[in-house]
């Protein structure tokens, strides 16, 4: 369930309706919803209760420092994969012990800027990067909280550039090496091993995946105890799946997904750390847009939007799919027609939709790209020197803008001529 819906026929965003921001912000912009995060964030939280937990938002899947301030007010822990995200949950007054540092390829630039600031632990990906770690923490004089990622070869079934626990794939350790390794890390003087981290896939639609890591992981745990490691913290990553074809996907609920954390890992004494991205931030999000042309090609119509595979990347990356609606609302039982939904970028890949059955549409009338929040704004570029779009935030019936449109001089500034050109 999200907070965006149509009132009074035209779609709003809990009480403010997307054509006044429209108005105020131009198009094409990106659209929060506060009731929404906070909804998401908290089904989360009830379905691991009564369970020590800390749900760390996946800041990659949407890091405007004002929506991960909306989370982290709630409680909320971060997942961070970058010195630049973890600097994001600074300023948006994440406290550094609610902070966990994930990603392959950490450099000791980061592992510096984490432990100075503050940190809960890093999820380490491999043994060079825990010597470093190691060496790193000691030349500061610190310890670092660590768990290991696991990889635990299983398929994730879903989209095959987001999926990661496969022996294949390049992340983890492999798990029958976990004891080795673990042995190891026990060694290096400036590591404190502190449990296991595991992270499977994104945009997994069935729990079957995760039950098979899941009782990997506590099997691993059993061993590594018995080993005389203190595995006190299990992080469990992310991934649940969100339903993007309105009507047509059912994928699991937080709450079965809670109880198979419980079924499979709840009986350890360990205190659970999940890393959501997508199911906080996805339904949480639109991209409104606004039609320039409605162009008639050959045997079929194209609805030229002012947004762009630069905007909204994943339907050209992973051919995904997300719902578009018109934000005026159709009568119902009105006609619809098919339309290929296009972007003005220079390359046939720019397209949002073909054949796409949506009301008769005209020049000016605005669109909104529903389950737009996550891996939307974060993954926007400036190709074609198309700017940044706004992203904005609502609450109640008022609305801010959290991130600005850039001017043109703005963007044309980052760029300098040499002096001997
Ligand atoms: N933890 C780790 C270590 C991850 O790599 C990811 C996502 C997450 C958590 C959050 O996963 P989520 O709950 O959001 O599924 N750009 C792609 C998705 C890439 C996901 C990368 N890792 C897309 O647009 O579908």
């Not at 798990?175 to 190891?184: F, L, Q």
């Not at 009507?247 to 890393?275: M, Q, S």
């Not at 996550?374 to 019936?397: C, F, H, Q, W």
């Not at 001017?407 to 980052?414: G, K």
Request: with cysteine; proline share 6%.
């Amino acid at each position: 369930m999200d907070h965006f819906a149509y009132r009074s026929g035209t779609l709003h965003a809990e009480d403010v309706a997307l054509a006044d921001i429209a108005r105020v912000v131009g198009t094409p912009f990106y659209c929060y919803s506060t009731a929404t995060l906070t909804r998401h964030y908290r089904l989360f939280t009830e379905a691991l209760s009564p369970l020590p937990h800390l749900v760390c938002f996946a800041i990659k899947s949407l890091s405007n420092v004002a929506v991960l301030k909306t989370l982290g007010d709630l409680g909320a822990g971060m997942d961070v994969v970058s010195a630049g995200e973890y600097l994001r949950a600074k300023a948006a007054g994440v406290p550094g012990d609610r902070i966990v540092f994930s990603g392959v390829g950490k450099t000791r630039e980061e592992m510096r800027i984490a432990l100075e600031g503050g940190i809960r632990q890093f999820n380490v990906e491999s043994e060079p990067e825990m010597r470093a770690l190691s060496e790193v923490a000691v030349s500061l004089g610190k310890v670092a909280p660590i768990t290991i990622r696991v990889n635990p070869d299983v398929d994730a079934r879903t989209h095959e550039k987001i999926a990661t626990g496969k022996s294949e794939n390049k992340f983890g350790i492999p798990i029958a090496r976990a004891s080795e390794v673990y042995a190891e890390a026990a060694r290096l003087p400036g590591l404190d091993v502190v449990g296991i981290d595991v992270h499977i896939g994104s945009q997994l639609t069935e729990l079957e995946p995760f039950e098979q890591a899941y009782l990997k992981v506590a099997d691993l745990t059993r061993r590594l105890r018995a080993e005389g490691h203190d595995i006190r913290r299990l992080d469990l990553g992310g991934g649940l799946g969100i339903p993007y074809a309105r009507g047509n996907e059912a994928p699991p609920l937080p709450t079965d997904y809670g109880a198979l954390i419980k079924r499979t890992v709840g009986d350890l004494g360990c205190e659970i750390e999940i890393e959501p991205g997508r199911l906080i931030s996805g339904n949480s999000g639109v991209l409104v847009s606004r039609v320039i042309y409605v162009k008639n090609g050959e045997g079929r119509d194209f609805l030229i939007l002012d947004a762009a595979m630069n905007d909204l990347v994943r339907p050209s990356m992973y051919g995904a799919h997300h719902d578009i609606v018109a934000v005026e609302e159709p009568v119902v039982g009105a006609d619809q027609q098919p339309y290929d939904v296009v972007g003005p970028v220079c390359e046939t890949g720019d397209t949002f939709a073909k054949a796409r059955p949506l009301p008769a549409l005209a020049e000016g009338d605005l669109v909104a790209f529903r389950s737009a929040g996550a891996y939307g704004a974060v993954m926007a570029s400036e190709y074609n020197t198309r700017p940044l779009i706004p992203e904005v935030l609502v609450k109640d019936d008022h609305y801010a803008v959290i991130r600005a449109r850039p001017t043109f001089d703005e963007i044309l500034s980052r760029d300098t001529i040499p002096d001997w050109l």
